[in-house]
Nanobody, 119 residues
Framework: QVQLVESGGDLVQAGGSLRLSCVAS????????FGWYRQAPGNQRELVAV???????NYADSVKGRFTMSRDNAKNTVTLQMNSLKPEDNAVYYC?????????????WGQGTQVTVSS
């Protein structure tokens, strides 16, 4: 079992920056995938940035060049530095972690934190 606690959501001006953070607890040594998803009003939840355990991070095309994710396995944390924010980035952002069982992947989610970008 993994518990995720995230913070950093706020109201920010367009073009501004914001940093989200998430700390995992529990069976953190099992975590493979670790990162962020988001869900905007009326939209499906979508991947923002997820690490598979190494230094490689997969980013959504819409955030490439603007968002940077950092994963610290020793501290069981992941952060999302968001720059050049746009109104299109308005969403609830969810910390995400997963580990592999023998036959399936088990997913864990944070409570969500609201990011609002004003124009």
């Amino acid at each position: 079992q993994v518990q995720l606690v995230e913070s950093g959501g706020d109201l920010v001006q367009a073009g501004g920056s914001l940093r989200l953070s998430c700390v995992a607890s529990g069976s953190t040594f099992l975590i493979n995938r670790f990162g962020w998803y988001r869900q905007a009003p009326g939209n499906q939840r979508e991947l923002v940035a997820v690490s598979s355990g190494g230094t490689n991070t997969n980013y959504a095309d819409s955030v490439k060049g603007r968002f940077t994710m950092s994963r610290d396995n020793a501290k069981n944390t992941v952060t999302l530095q968001m720059n050049s924010l746009k109104p299109e980035d308005n969403a609830v952002y969810y910390c995400y972690a997963a580990y592999w069982r023998t036959t399936y992947q088990k997913d864990f989610w944070g409570q969500g934190t609201q990011v609002t970008v004003s124009s």
